[in-house]
């Protein structure tokens, strides 16, 4: 595998201050955000606050994340490891570009090293606005292997699913996978299509991440509680149901405004939250499978 060791400028898009959270970006309302912090075992822990949750090993090899929410929770994610374990981050993996969970990149890479695959560093990179130490120092193709802390975090890349960057990180001892936004828990996902995401690209690589996990493995979601397979696969079950569901309303021949009339299938209604409506979803759908049928 080649890796690419680089130092840039990065900027975070406005969509990437606004996107999967109810909460503003702004510093004055961050200030009421709390990180809660969810132990798995004896070196993992999941954080929640705003953005996306946020993997972290932490042992005698020090301390790893995966995903750093927005900017201004920076102090506070480091207040929160600091309750585990004094330090700062060796090691930051961006799961993939979009600033709510890249936010705090600038702070944590100061002293760390981001990891991410190839087209996290190029869509950061499209924006000078930022400093340096915000850019992922290493990059990769399709996966890489960080051994730390006993035991052995697989980075892996599976093409075009929510973007064209997405990367999941499986504990390979400790039976846990931190999905990134390949997994949004009991909702409707976003896929960036304007990134490069693809519809049935997200639904394959859920499929295959599913077979391999077994019964017990803890899965960290990009957004929403700690899951485990079965909660995964009813996630897939509903992005089965929804292109099957969409392919056929195409093949019918009905347009966006019939479909969007129409609303998405019952069972799926309360799947809609505030970023991701029904009619959002339904768009999402359309606009990709339309051109696929």
């Known amino acids: 595998m ?8 990065i900027g975070l898009s406005a969509f990437a201050m606004l996107a999967f959270s109810n909460v503003l970006v702004a ?7 709390t990180i809660t912090s969810k132990k798995l075992d004896n070196n993992t822990y999941m954080f929640m606050g705003a953005g996306g949750n946020i993997g972290v090993s932490a042992g005698d090899d020090g301390i790893l994340i995966i995903d750093d ?27 993939h ?31 000078n606005s930022t400093p340096t130490s915000a850019l992922p120092v290493i990059t990769f193709e399709e996966n890489i292997s960080i051994h730390f802390n006993h035991d052995t975090l697989e980075v892996i890349h599976l093409g075009p699913g929510h973007t064209d960057g997405d990367s999941v990180v499986m504990w390979e001892k400790a039976n846990i996978i931190h999905m990134g936004d390949l997994y949004f828990k009991d909702r409707f996902p ?10 049935t690209g997200y639904r394959e690589n859920v499929s295959l991440i599913l077979d391999r996990l077994d019964n017990k493995t803890k899965v960290i979601p990009g957004h929403g509680a700690l899951a485990d397979k079965n909660a995964l ?4 079950h509903m992005l089965d149901d929804s292109i099957n569901w969409m392919r056929g309303e195409i093949e019918m021949g009905h347009d966006l405004a019939t479909i969007k009339k129409q609303g998405v299938p ?28």
């Open 2 to 9: 080649k890796l690419r060791f680089q130092r840039n400028i």
């Open 27 to 33: 510093d004055d309302t961050m200030s009421d955000v």
């Open 69 to 95: 929410q927005f900017a201004p929770l920076a102090d506070k994610i480091t207040a929160a490891l600091n309750q585990i374990q004094p330090g700062v981050p060796k090691y930051i993996v961006n799961t």
């Open 97 to 127: 570009y979009h600033g709510d969970h890249t936010g705090g990149n600038a702070h944590f890479g100061e002293q760390g090293t981001i990891l991410a695959h190839h087209n996290v560093l190029k869509r950061l990179s499209e924006d």
């Open 190 to 199: 976003y896929i960036d299509l304007a990134a490069g995401g693809s519809v």
């Open 233 to 236: 696969l009813k996630f897939k």
């Open 266 to 293: 019952a069972k799926y209604a309360n799947w809609a939250w505030g970023f991701i409506s029904a009619d959002k979803w339904i768009e999402t759908l359309y606009q990709d499978l339309s051109t696929k049928t």
